[in-house]
């Protein structure tokens, strides 16, 4: 403010001051005699910075888990997932079908998404694993795959390679919530284990699909473009 | 009616609350040293959603007093200009990367403007470290241009077409007069009919980066800039006729390096702009006449990059939404046929420009970035600089051959670079990114900015 303050009152009271200097000549910018103040930090939870930040900061994986919790892929999800239920007949017939039978399904998966969330958050934070996926960086399909696949148990994103508990904590997290909301006849223990195993299989895709996503669209983008011919 | 009053009340709370505003988010401080290192500069210059930079009235309009026109500042703008004018002043010569950011990002803490700053100090360490002993290093200055390419905070993907229009109005005269005055400001006045080569003391190196929609507005601004540039030295070019003597333009006042990086723009300003330089034969060209420990370089002159379109071949934004948010809008207009006068041939219609970027369209790539070398008909490029990425940029063939673009040679140089460099669209302020882009910054001229070289257009 004092700088800007400093440059009007100049332009002021020299008013040919910036329109009369030559085209690209240096004239002293007696407003800029000293460093500019330093700019302010970037905060913590800037997307960039929560892509690239290593160790996280505690308030960093907050900032990830409350993403997790509403999120377009967490509405969307839930609700295409319940609609392949109800199209399906995959939930449980109790709960109906129909609007009131989909809003069941559709709460209830949402519920199990934020108890995963949750669950890989707080896991995550007791045994200080770092919950962000990750590319391999290799060239080979298998090495690409295995690796993908692999992030969901070993954590190797610093010096060392840890175990990563936190995607297995959050897939049981996410199983064990439908026993409050499943009817009977669905909510044993094995029903619970058996909807964990689904939800890692889900974080299993993902971890997939995002060691692949460029690749995907790669392809997918030859599609649009014009061809050039073969021959 | 109490019900349509409480909904209307709770649609304004909503836009209020999901709309991101319309201001300068650094009017009062717009340029500011980066936390660490006080030799990098970064300053803000801001437009609005009309394309207009912020201003500040000195007075009330309706004052006696106010009736100069210098009573209007826009802070931001003069505070870069000086703080230009005061490293010109005070160094040898310093460095400046000007970034115009894209869609969903704007000048606050978005993810562009963390990336930005560490992108600047890449740079700065890239040719800092290698300094000689009692040897400054050159000073830094990043120049942020942002505008409202962020505009919901809830939706974005569903802004493409008002973002889109918003470039339209943000590449207008006040950002072209921006653009102008900061290269005018780091290399001196452009050439002119009168003055072809005019005399300049220019000694930093300015280096211009648009992504996305960003990478639009930069071209739409800069095509006129060099298209102007040209024609004032060889404005009686009838046609695309030769001219009796080939014209040769020291263009030291020129940005040494302009890169639009996976831009998210129609390609019709290139194409236009492409035929423009093939028209004039123009090529690009430089020397080192200031590297004695290269004498290989001193007198060989190597093509360059006028542009430098980049994008990744990941990058869904631009391969797959563009063509399918242009298709849309191309209902609104009319395309025509080029028939036979199709140039280049692959491409007979209009609509194939405008509804694909430049980089989209492969039968205008001029060169191919490979990991195991060039093909057949190929030629590698070497500039000034080693290549640090693993990679092989290669000159497309001046022949046609199946399947392999060979019709644009000239300085707007389009590419499509592996997923390895640039995973996707926003993916953009990595480190492979900064190792690509080394091979067309040569380190001997950031350390050293007066000995960069020696920049010439050629006109036949």
Known sequence: ?231 | MKIASLLALFALAVVEIACYPVKAYHEATPVMTLPGNPNITLAYVEFDDNGEMYDQHLCQLNDPKCTDRKTMIRPELEQTIARIQDLELHSVGANYVLFIHGWKNNADNTNNVAGFQVFLHQIYDYYSHSAAPGDPPAPLMGIYIGWRGASVKVGQDLTYWFRSDATLRVAGPNLEEALYRIIRAVKGPPPSAAAPNPTTTAKSNLIFIGHSFGGRVLEKVMTSYFESSLLAVDGDHPGCQATSAQKTIDSRFFPDLTVLLNEAAPATDAKQFLEFLKCHQITYDRTYPGYPDKPDLSNQPEASPLFLSITSEGDAATSIALPIGQTAERFTMKTRDYGDAADPPEIPNQSTYFTHSAANIPALHSHQVRLHGCAEGEVEVHLGSSNPAPYHFCEVPTAPMPGMPYWNHSPYWIAKIPVAIVPDHSDIFRPQLFNFLQFFLSKESLQTPRTRPLQRLNIR
């Open chain 1, 1 to 231: 403010m004092i700088l800007y303050s400093a440059i009007s009152v100049l332009a002021l009271v020299f008013p040919g001051w910036r329109a009369d200097q030559p085209d690209g000549q240096a004239t002293q910018p007696q407003a800029q005699a000293q460093a500019p103040p330093p700019a302010p930090p970037i905060p913590v939870c800037n997307d960039y910075r929560l892509q690239y930040d290593y160790p996280l900061q505690p308030k960093q994986r907050a900032c990830i888990y409350a993403s997790n919790l509403l999120s377009v892929s967490a509405v969307f999800g839930a609700g295409l997932g319940a609609g392949w239920a109800q199209v399906f007949k995959t939930d449980p017939p109790q709960w109906g079908r129909g609007p009131q039978g989909y809003a069941i399904s559709y709460g209830t998966r949402y519920a199990a998404g934020m108890a995963k969330a949750t669950g890989e958050y707080l896991a995550a934070f007791a045994f200080h694993e770092d919950p962000r996926p990750r590319h391999s960086g290799a060239t080979n399909a298998l090495d690409r795959i295995l690796y993908a696949a692999g992030t969901l148990f070993v954590d190797n994103r610093g010096c060392r390679t840890l175990p990563a508990t936190h995607t297995v904590l959050g897939a049981l997290s996410s199983g064990f919530s439908g026993m409050a909301f499943y009817p009977n006849g669905q909510n044993t223990v094995t029903d619970a284990l058996k909807r964990s195993a689904m939800s890692l299989g889900g974080s299993a895709a993902y971890a997939e699909f995002f060691e692949f996503e460029p690749d995907v669209f790669r392809v997918l983008g030859k599609w649009f473009s014009p061809k050039l011919p073969k021959k």
